[in-house]
């Protein structure tokens, strides 16, 4: 814009180049306007391409995998993880067997057609590979569940008949950052005339080309649609009729006997680093599941301990009640039931910053309100003033008990990583979506009310 104007003012100075400076000025605002629309386009980001798996990379993963459980074991007793590591000597054995290839992609994109030519196909191998069809749904809340669903997948052959969607794009890269082996099948080519045919072949190698070659995106029709033959007989009279061209799958069938012939080590070592990475999050899991077991009681310990005081002696600011209810012995019993070395200045140092949080996002006022609101429905209004801070204190006590697991969680093993209040906020919002739904929360001021009175009510 700023050269615009600048070409105007020149423009009124030179008037001998009037039609020069006319031209200069379209072409700066089609420039102008090309750049703003580019800008404007939603930019991908792709996730790099992983480098390539090598047997030193998968034994690797092996001793690690042996590792962590062993960890894990030491920790949450070592018969909790018997057919954990049972598997591991299964995955490191790797037996001879078929590999598993499925094809996949949205409904209707001809795949049992592929399937069927396929599965007819000779496979010159000891183990012929196993065929698998699987539909892609356009998942509304997550990839996870779809993607789970090939996990077992020695190669996958993703068959779309046009431009890969954006999801399916997603989909693709997240399956080759876990070294799955993909094809890109771009089927019913009968459908486009040539030039279409070759505009789309082109857009998808592009789509792709950060980690998939140009060879791995082949163009197939697995039931071509009848054609319309018309023949001209010697009487001069013409004869029409419908006839089906054959299937075109050759280079397809190509690329996969080539594949199997040069690559099934190194799709077996896939399946192999794959079947490590499962393990670890299942043993992940566990650890999980029995820290968490042994969370709850200790947050509750604090709840009450929050609750009571605040039941007492009331404060004068919601801000107040926040730094009550989060304390700092709380965080260093928490971390050191996850194993993170942490002194009391950081304890108190991630305490401080919990309270900031539930106070930016509004969630100390917000719970506060809402607990008003349900009490306003109960027979306690005799001691609403402390009731409400009892029980807010209490809340928040939960909140900020059950962020810390969900942060703790997600921490390495026997770290002392330095705190990351964006992943500790985000922590925050998560635990805080899932128990503002109304029946927990009227649940928990029901079972928390009971408590607090029997805290307070002095001993027989
Ligand atoms: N024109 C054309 N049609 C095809 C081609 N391949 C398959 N079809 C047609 O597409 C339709 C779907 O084929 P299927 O093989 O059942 O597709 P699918 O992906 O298994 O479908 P779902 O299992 O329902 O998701 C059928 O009517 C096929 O005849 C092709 O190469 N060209
Ligand atoms: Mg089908």
Redesign the pocket.
């Given at each position: 814009m700023g050269l615009c104007v600048l070409l105007l003012a020149w423009d009124g100075l030179q008037h001998q180049w009037l039609v020069l400076g006319q031209w200069g000025l379209g072409g700066l605002s089609l420039l102008g306007l090309l750049a703003w629309q580019l800008k404007g386009l939603p930019q991908k980001s792709a996730l790099s391409p992983r480098p390539a798996l090598t047997a030193a990379m998968v034994q690797e993963t092996q001793l690690q995998t042996q590792k962590f459980l062993q960890q894990v074991a030491q920790e949450i007793g070592d018969e909790t993880l018997t057919d954990l590591k049972q598997r591991l000597v299964v995955i490191a054995e790797d037996s001879p067997r078929s590999l598993r290839f499925i094809i996949a992609?949205?409904?209707?994109?001809?795949?049992?057609?592929?399937?069927s030519l396929l599965t007819a196909q000779a496979w010159l191998l000891d183990y012929p590979p196993q065929w698998y069809?699987q539909?892609f749904e356009q998942p509304e809340s997550g990839l996870e569940t779809e993607l789970a669903r090939l996990q077992t997948a020695d190669l996958i052959l993703w068959?779309v008949n046009g431009d890969l969607g954006d999801q399916q794009w997603q989909a693709l890269q997240h399956l080759q950052c876990q070294y799955h082996r993909l094809l890109l099948v771009f089927?019913?080519?009968?459908?486009y005339p040539e030039a279409d045919r070759s505009e789309i072949l082109l857009q998808l190698q592009q789509q792709c080309r950060a980690w998939l070659s140009t060879d791995d995106i082949i163009v197939?029709?697995?039931?071509?649609?009848a054609i319309t033959v018309r023949r001209y007989l010697m009487d001069g009279s013409i004869t029409e009729s419908q006839e089906f061209p054959p299937?075109q799958v050759d280079p397809l069938v190509e690329r996969l006997q080539q594949i199997l012939t040069t690559e099934s080590a190194t799709l077996r070592l896939a399946q192999q680093w794959r079947a490590y990475q499962a393990l670890q999050s299942g043993a992940q899991e566990r650890l999980n599941q029995a820290r968490r077991e042994k969370a709850l009681p200790l947050i509750e310990q604090y709840q009450w301990l929050a609750g009571g005081t605040a039941l007492v002696n009331p404060v004068a600011s919601i801000d107040l009640l926040a730094t009550l209810a989060i304390n700092a012995q709380m965080v260093l019993d928490l971390g050191k039931l996850y194993q993170q070395r942490l002194s009391l200045a950081q304890a108190q140092t991630i305490a401080a910053t919990l309270g900031e949080v539930l106070l930016k996002l509004g969630l100390a006022e917000l719970s506060s309100q809402a607990i008003a609101a349900l009490l306003k429905s109960q027979p306690l209004t005799y001691v609403a003033g402390g009731a409400l801070q009892g029980l807010s204190a209490s809340y928040l006590t939960r909140i900020a008990g059950l962020s810390l697991v969900e942060y703790f969680q997600a921490q390495p093993f026997t770290s002392s990583a330095p705190l990351n209040p964006e992943r500790l906020q985000q922590a925050v919002e998560k635990v805080f979506a899932q128990t503002q739904r109304l029946g927990n929360l009227q649940a928990f001021i029901q079972g928390s009310w009971m408590r607090l009175q029997q805290a307070l009510s002095p001993a027989p």
């Open positions: 992609g949205a409904k209707r994109t001809g795949k049992t057609r592929l399937l069809e539909s068959v089927n019913k080519q009968d459908q197939t029709a697995s039931a071509p649609q299937p």
